[in-house]
């Protein structure tokens, strides 16, 4: 079993950065890839950012160029610094881990652009 944990949300106007924080915790063993979705109310769940256990990066066409996710494997964390944020980007982030075939999510952490 696998717990996650972001932080790390909050309010900020547009053009500002954040960075959210996702804690791994439990059993990791056999890990492929971490990532950042979000979603907002009465929309699908969107992909924004995965993380490989080799380290190969991949972004949504939004969110390139502004955003930035890293992994810290002596914390056991995975970061979205999130830059030149848009009102758009308001939503409720959950960071995602695959492992053994199984897929562990986060509980969210709200994350509103004010313009």
């Known amino acids: 079993q696998v717990q996650l944990v972001e932080s790390g949300g909050g309010l900020v106007q547009a053009g500002g950065s954040l960075r959210l924080s996702c804690a791994a915790s439990g059993n990791r063993f056999g890990i492929s890839s971490m990532g950042w979705y979000r979603q907002t109310p009465g929309k699908q769940r969107e992909w924004v950012a995965v993380i490989t256990i080799l380290n190969n990066k991949n972004y949504a066409d939004s969110v390139k160029g502004r955003f930035t996710i890293s992994i810290d494997n002596a914390k056991n964390t995975m970061y979205l610094q999130m830059n030149s944020l848009k009102p758009e980007d308001t939503a409720v982030y959950y960071c995602?881990?695959?492992?053994?075939?199984?897929?562990?999510w986060g509980q969210g952490t709200q994350v509103t652009v004010s313009s």
């Open positions: 995602n881990l695959l492992s053994g075939g199984l897929t562990y």
